[in-house]
């Protein structure tokens, strides 16, 4: 059975910093793309940053480039996403998911497996 687990959501104030967690088992994570995405309430969920199966390649949305950063180690079966100087418009709860076997991109069509999410608060 595969799961996603993500960790590391929380409350912050703008300019703070977070670092989220997704855990995945029951699949190779090494033979997978992993994709950040978010849905803030009355929104679409959109893809905020990818990373392709051995991390040559990476993707971000173009209002969090140059702030958020992924990464991963398939060693931990496990995907980072480093998000600094957040704001208040970066509020959404966080999703994993896995895929990328089509391609890789922010689209959800790439994605077969996905995570329950976390939620992430900037405010003051």
């Known amino acids: 059975q595969v799961r996603l687990v993500e960790s590391g959501g929380g409350l912050v104030q703008p300019g703070e910093s977070l670092r989220l967690s997704c855990a995945v088992s029951?699949?190779?994570?090494?033979?997978?793309?992993v994709g950040w995405f978010r849905q803030a309430p009355g929104k679409d969920r959109e893809g905020v940053s990818c990373?392709?199966?051995?991390?040559?390649?990476?993707y971000y949305h173009h209002s969090v480039k140059g702030r958020f950063t992924i990464s991963r180690d398939n060693a931990r079966n496990t995907v980072y996403l480093q998000m600094n100087s957040l704001k208040p418009e970066d509020t959404a709860v966080y999703y994993c998911?896995?895929?990328?076997?089509?391609?890789?991109?922010?689209?959800?069509?790439?994605?077969?497996?996905w995570g329950q999410g976390t939620q992430v608060t900037v405010s003051s």
């Open positions: 029951g699949l190779t994570l090494g033979s997978y793309a």
């Open positions: 990373i392709n199966s051995d991390a040559t390649n990476t």
């Open positions: 998911a896995a895929g990328g076997l089509y391609g890789l991109g922010l689209s959800e069509m790439y994605y077969n497996y």
